[in-house]
Nanobody, 129 residues
Framework: DVQLQAFGGGLVQAGGSLRLSCAAS????????IAWFRQAPGKEREGVSC????????????SVKGRFTTSRDNAKNNAKNTVYLQMNSLKPEDTAVYYC??????????????????WGQGTLVTVSS
């Protein structure tokens, strides 16, 4: 089994930065993908970014491209694998609960949330104007 823990949300002014972390632990993971989704009040869940374990595949939604960067911090031997989402030039419309998700698959997509096998708890990001 796999556990995901997301943290790093908070309150920031427009134009500021935050870094979210998603730590994956549990079963030994080979090929997998970790994605970030977000959901604002009254809106559908939106895919933000994803990164494959090999880092061969990285994707950003148009709404965050050029402002957000996802990266991995690999660990050895079934230890925690961590993925970061560095969010710069934040806008009020980035306000949402951010979730990380993991799929034990190859590739990278945020088109279909159901493609992902495991989800972490959300972390709230609030950007004030």
């Amino acid at each position: 089994d796999v556990q995901l823990q997301a943290f790093g949300g908070g309150l920031v002014q427009a134009g500021g930065s935050l870094r979210l972390s998603c730590a994956a632990s549990g079963s030994t993971l080979d090929d997998y993908v970790i994605a970030w989704f977000r959901q604002a009040p009254g809106k559908e869940r939106e895919g933000v970014s994803c990164i494959s374990s090999s880092e061969r595949y990285i994707y950003y939604a148009d709404s965050v491209k050029g402002r957000f960067t996802t990266s991995r911090d690999n660990a050895k031997n079934n230890a925690k694998n961590t993925v970061y989402l560095q969010m710069n030039s934040l806008k009020p419309e980035d306000t949402a609960v951010y979730y990380c998700a993991l799929a034990i698959k190859r590739g990278c997509t945020v088109r279909t949330p159901t493609w992902y096998d495991y989800w972490g708890q959300g972390t709230l990001v609030t950007v004030s104007s």
